[in-house]
């Protein structure tokens, strides 16, 4: 959208920054603008990039549910989108009744778009039993703002009709549709090598519980050129700063370990943009894995893909996609990636991909959302100024032993302890005036207490080396 444009429309979006926010590292991973998933923002990017138009300004609301914010949101917006993933999930439940509650809240249109439920791979919602009444009145408040609610696929549509809904419509996943009605994916090479550079991805959940943990390690040991790709915050803090403080720290076969072989080998990465994250996949040959939106973002860089399905959440989006797929419950330890590629068709995922983009389109019609492909420049606008932006690259292994690769690290740390010590400066002086005895806050201290135990290991390596 032209900046000299005034926009007519402003739609307020749920995802945790703008895909033209350009964030450092360190402020990205203190912020958690990943959603505490980076797969979060392929599809609200995505969304984001859909819904421009000429004369629309998209708004992200960094994940902020503040029921409070409703009667700013009534008059500075005109419809609130919710892309959601696996919302319907135990875990997910306050996170559900607080949207639900700020929705009930609203009076402009309130549509979502690819929510889904979580279950095993049998389709059984009897483990969503106990929170079907949050579910209920979570589609109840978005059907009393919207035509209809998009679904991600088969199971979930079938869950809520179930429950007596009727207008509930599977519409897949925004992120696919990054490029619109096009989707170019074909295997560039007749057959995988000990020379193909390979992508692998996979939850902690499937390395510990599902033998994820056995097919990485055979495949790094015949493929040099491997590199997994992390995705939870956690992942992305062990590799910039050695965190291992979050409960995810203690599984060391994880590859964004800081004790994994591939992370001492720089073969790890996690990213912050997906703009970067597809662009780097470009250049592999295959990608496989149990994380869906790890392998839609191969696929959306043209990369072939098979993805590992472990439940509900990444079946019914495979099937509906087409995406080429295997259950990862059963499979070998020494499953070879050459075999998933082979066996790889993209035919029903290409030839579909034009007749699934016209149903989504459909659904934002009838929810009266206009899309870049059908009503502006395809976006064209978004991607130039995408491309006019440096976004960080992906992030490595802290692997490093010299000085310099500290400085980015301890200047941002100590702007850090700068900032609370002015709050907590003007925070005495208020609590001051009320008359209230302050005592001296060890923030600072905690967070230099933090900083320490995350980068001792790198510290005393230097300190090491430069004894010698």
Not at 221 to 240: C, K, M, T, V, W
Not at 244 to 270: C, F, I, Q, W
Not at 429 to 454: D, F, H, I, N, Q
């Amino acid at each position: 959208m032209s900046h000299n444009v005034r926009p007519s429309k402003r739609i307020l979006l749920r995802s945790g920054k703008s895909p033209y926010d350009v964030v450092p590292i360190e402020e990205a991973l203190h912020r958690d603008v990943i959603a505490t998933n980076s797969g979060n923002l392929i599809f609200s990017d995505a969304t984001h990039k859909i819904l421009e138009t000429p004369g629309t300004e998209i708004v992200s609301n960094r994940v902020r549910t503040e029921v409070s914010a409703a009667g700013q949101i009534n008059e500075e917006y005109d419809a609130f989108v919710v892309p959601l993933a696996n919302a319907f999930r135990p875990s997910f439940e306050t996170g559900l009744k607080r949207l639900t509650r700020l929705i009930n809240k609203l009076r402009i249109p309130v549509v979502v778009v690819g929510v889904g439920a979580q279950s095993g791979l049998d389709y059984n919602p009897a483990r969503l039993k106990p929170m079907e009444q949050s579910v209920r009145e979570f589609v109840s408040a978005v059907l009393d703002h919207s035509a209809s609610i998009g679904v991600r696929g088969e199971f979930t549509e079938k869950y809520l009709k179930d429950m007596g809904f009727r207008d509930v419509e599977v519409i897949g996943c925004p992120s696919l549709f990054l490029y619109g009605k096009e989707l170019a994916v074909e295997k560039r090479a007749p057959a995988l090598t000990a020379e193909s550079r390979i992508a692998i991805n996979g939850s902690h959940n499937a390395v510990q519980k599902q033998g994820l943990d056995r097919i990485i390690r055979r495949t790094h040991e015949r493929y040099p050129y491997l590199r997994f790709i992390g995705q939870n915050i956690s992942d992305a803090r062990q590799l910039h700063w050695r965190d291992l403080s979050d409960a995810n720290g203690r599984v060391t076969s994880m590859p964004t370990h800081p004790d994994h072989p591939m992370y001492r080998e720089d073969k790890v990465r996690a990213y912050v943009d997906p703009v970067t994250w597809i662009d780097d996949l470009r250049a592999f040959d295959f990608s496989f894995g149990s994380r869906i939106h790890g392998n839609i973002a191969a696929l959306l860089a043209g990369t072939p893909a098979t993805v590992l399905c472990g439940d509900s959440r990444t079946l019914e989006l495979c099937r509906y996609f087409e995406i080429p797929h295997r259950l990862i419950k059963g499979l070998p330890g020494d499953l070879d990636p050459a075999q998933l590629y082979e066996e790889a068709d993209f035919t029903g995922l290409v030839s579909g991909h034009h007749a699934r983009f016209e149903r989504f389109t459909a659904f934002l019609d009838r929810n009266g959302l206009e899309n870049t492909f059908t009503h502006g420049d395809g976006g064209a606008a978004f991607d130039d100024r995408m491309r006019a932006l440096s976004f960080p690259a992906g992030i490595r292994p802290w692997n490093d032993t010299d000085l310099a690769s500290l400085t980015s690290r301890f200047g941002w740390l100590n702007g850090r302890i700068d900032e609370l010590s002015k709050d907590n400066a003007r925070l005495e002086r208020e609590l001051a005036r009320t008359g209230v005895k302050v005592t001296a806050t060890a923030a600072p201290a905690s967070v230099y207490r933090r900083a320490r135990r995350m980068v001792g290991r790198p510290i005393r390596k230097v300190m090491q080396s430069g004894r010698g």
